[in-house]
C-alpha cells in the first residue's frame, strides 16, 4: 500500500472498531471452514496469551492532522490444537483462498512452508488487509486491516 494509499483509509466511512468486528467474524469463517474439512479440529478459540490477544494499535502517525485517532486492528490468533491433516489441507485451502480474495481482495502472497504436516500460507490485499493461516503441531489463524479513524468517543 502506498502513502497515497494510506490516506484514503483514514477517510473509510467503516470504524477500526467496526472493522476488527468484520475481521473476527472472517478469521471464525476460515475456522469454521477448517472445521468443515477436518471436524476433529473444532473447537477453535481465540488466544489468551500476551501478544497474541490482538485489537487496535494506533497509526495517528499517518496524519498529519494532530486530533486524528485511528487505529490498525488485528484480531490474534485464532487458534485449535490440532494440526490441519494433510488430507484437508487442499480442499480448506482453496476455500479460504476463494473466501479471502471475494471478501478482501486478498492472494496469496508468501509461503513460508507447504509440505507434509507443516502448512502456512499468508495473503495480502493491495489495500492493506492481510491474513495468516498456518498448521503443523497446531493450527493458527489470524487477521488485520488497514487505519482507520475510531469510533467517536
Request: glycine share 10%; hydrophobic share 35%; with cysteine.
Amino acid at each position: 500500500m502506498t502513502s497515497n494509499d494510506s490516506w484514503r483509509q483514514l477517510d473509510h466511512p467503516e470504524t477500526a472498531e467496526a472493522l476488527l468486528v468484520r475481521l473476527k467474524g472472517t478469521v471464525e469463517e476460515i475456522g469454521r471452514i477448517v472445521a468443515s474439512h477436518a471436524p476433529a479440529m473444532a473447537p477453535f478459540r481465540w488466544s489468551t496469551t500476551a501478544g497474541r490477544q490482538g485489537g487496535l494499535a494506533g497509526c495517528g502517525d499517518l496524519s498529519k492532522d494532530k486530533e486524528f485517532n485511528g487505529a490498525f486492528p488485528s484480531t490474534g490468533a485464532y487458534l485449535s490444537d490440532s494440526p490441519i491433516p494433510d488430507s484437508a489441507w487442499p480442499a480448506a485451502l482453496t476455500e479460504v483462498t476463494e473466501l479471502l480474495a471475494r471478501d478482501y481482495g486478498a492472494v496469496p502472497d508468501l509461503v513460508p512452508q507447504n509440505s507434509p504436516g507443516k502448512h502456512d500460507v499468508r495473503f495480502a490485499s493491495p489495500d492493506g488487509f492481510a491474513f495468516a493461516f498456518g498448521s503443523q503441531v497446531a493450527t493458527s489463524i489470524d487477521g488485520s486491516g488497514p487505519c482507520r479513524r475510531k469510533a467517536e468517543v
